[in-house]
């Protein structure tokens, strides 16, 4: 029997813009997307009845239609007339409802894993395509590496990776919707908007002191001002040391990120009082 695995990715954000609210009720964003090596695996295998059959050991995640992964290989099904089945096993490692894309790189490694498990031949402009039907940063999960995302997220224009660090990620219990994160934002009454330009220039030189310097969310206005607990593990990010420190997307996640590996074992050890959820990991680079 056939069987191809994937690897997922989480995502994080080292800026993030809102330029305004679209008539589609979308918001025009702005934002330098890189991935992190804490990541979900997929195993995809040949079912020969015509089901899409999904298992994770994650209890806490949906295995119907409403799984990303389900409905990245329904849509590939459909548009390329696939008549065999498949069955889908989720390793899920990365936090869920983070702001760290987890389903997002699910749907884009099912994307990926299918296209050769099915030999469709289809190219990764192509699956980024199908993957913008299905949400907005999946195009960017599909393409991996560093990118300036724009329109919706789904525009993406590849830039060179950051210097390589540790980046030390901490998720607070509480789950975040990031349409109620968008919809609460107030546009076009930011004060302050973080400078792309200045954080791709900064990834340009390689100068990690000015991509700490640079980091810059406008969701954090929302999510910080509701769950004060965000703003509290940022506080105790930025005194156990932590050269930089953002909340990752809409939120709750919040990484920190660190030069020195001598930093690490104090900074996580410092937060896991906080929180039960602290994930050191490297750059995807
Ligand atoms: C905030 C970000 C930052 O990378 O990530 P997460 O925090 O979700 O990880 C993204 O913009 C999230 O992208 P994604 O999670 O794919 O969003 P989608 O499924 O397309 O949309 C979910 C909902 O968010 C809102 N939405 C999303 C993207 C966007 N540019 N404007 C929006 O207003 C819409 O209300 C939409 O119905
Ligand atoms: N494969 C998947 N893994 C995780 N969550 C998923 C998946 N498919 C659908 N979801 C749903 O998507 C929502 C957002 O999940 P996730 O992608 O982890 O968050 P975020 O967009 O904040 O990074 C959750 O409510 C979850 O139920």
């Known amino acids: 029997m056939n069987k191809v695995y994937e690897k997922a990715p989480a995502k994080i954000n080292l800026s993030l813009d809102v330029l305004r609210k679209r008539d589609d009720g979308y918001h025009e964003v702005e934002m330098i997307m890189t991935m992190v090596d804490l990541a ?25 239609e409403k799984n990303l992964a389900f409905q990245a290989a329904r849509l590939l099904k459909e548009r390329c007339g696939v008549k065999q089945g498949v069955y889908i096993h989720l390793d899920k490692h990365i936090p869920v409802a983070a702001g760290l894309a987890g389903g ?33 940063d ?16 789904e525009q993406l224009e590849t830039i060179d990776n950051p210097p390589q660090c540790w980046v030390v990620l901490a998720k607070p219990p509480i789950n975040v919707s990031t349409a109620e994160v968008y919809g609460k934002l107030r546009a076009n009454e930011l004060k302050e908007h973080p400078s792309i330009a200045g954080m791709a220039d900064a990834i340009k030189r390689q100068s990690f002191a000015d991509i700490c310097a640079r980091l810059g ?43 020195k590996e001598s930093k690490i074992s104090r900074l996580y050890n410092g937060l896991r009082g906080f929180c039960k959820e602290v994930y050191a990991v490297r750059l995807l680079t």
């Open 40 to 64: 979900d695996r997929l195993e995809m295998s040949e079912l020969p009845r015509d089901q899409i059959v999904l298992s994770s050991q994650a209890g806490f995640i949906p295995l119907d």
């Open 217 to 259: 969310n406008v969701l954090e206005s929302v999510t910080l001002d509701r769950y004060p607990e965000v703003r509290q593990i940022k506080e105790v990010m930025m005194k156990l040391g932590a050269d930089g420190v953002l909340m990752s997307g809409s939120g709750p996640t919040v990484f920190g990120l660190v030069s």
């Open 104 to 136: 997002s790189s699910d749907a884009a490694a099912a994307l990926r894993g299918l296209n050769r498990l099915w030999q469709l031949g289809l190219t990764t402009a192509q699956l980024e395509e199908l993957g913008a039907e299905l949400g907005s």
């Open 138 to 153: 999946i195009p960017f999960c599909i393409r991996g590496g560093t990118a300036i995302a724009r329109g919706r997220g």
